[in-house]
């Protein structure tokens, strides 16, 4: 069993920069896949990016592509999300989730294990 825990969310201005750190306790894998997700109030959770423990695939979401990046540290067993260029949109909750098995995936559903999540608020 994995247990993700979020940290790094705070205000940050528009055009401003953040990283957020998951570190994830318990047994993790080589295979598995961990991923950021977000949620705002009233709407469906939103993947964001994901990755491979061996850091060697890496997924995103369109509206993050460019601006986002995902990465994983197996001595630490922490991943991280660099995120630049922040926009007011990017506002809100964001999860670290833990697949449980292989396979990259783009769903809240496909994931097991889940953090309480960290919020970010960009300011315009």
């Known amino acids: 069993q994995v247990q993700p825990a979020e940290s790094g969310g705070g205000l940050v201005q528009a055009g401003g920069s953040l990283s957020l750190t998951c570190a994830a306790s318990?047994?993790?894998?080589?295979?598995?896949?961990m991923a950021w997700f977000r949620q705002t109030p009233g709407k469906e959770r939103e993947f964001v990016a994901a990755?491979?423990?061996?850091?060697?695939?890496?997924y995103y979401s369109d509206s993050v592509k460019g601006r986002f990046t995902i990465s994983a540290d197996t001595a630490k067993n922490a991943v991280y999300l660099q995120m630049n260029s922040l926009k007011p949109e990017d506002t809100a909750k964001y999860y670290c989730?833990?697949?449980?098995?292989?396979?990259?995936?783009?769903?809240?559903?496909?994931?097991?294990?889940w953090g309480q999540g960290t919020q970010v608020t960009v300011s315009s």
């Open positions: 990755v491979t423990w061996g850091g060697t695939r890496t």
């Open positions: 989730a833990a697949r449980g098995t292989y396979g990259l995936g783009t769903t809240p559903g496909q994931y097991r294990y």
């Open positions: 318990g047994r993790t894998f080589s295979g598995d896949v």
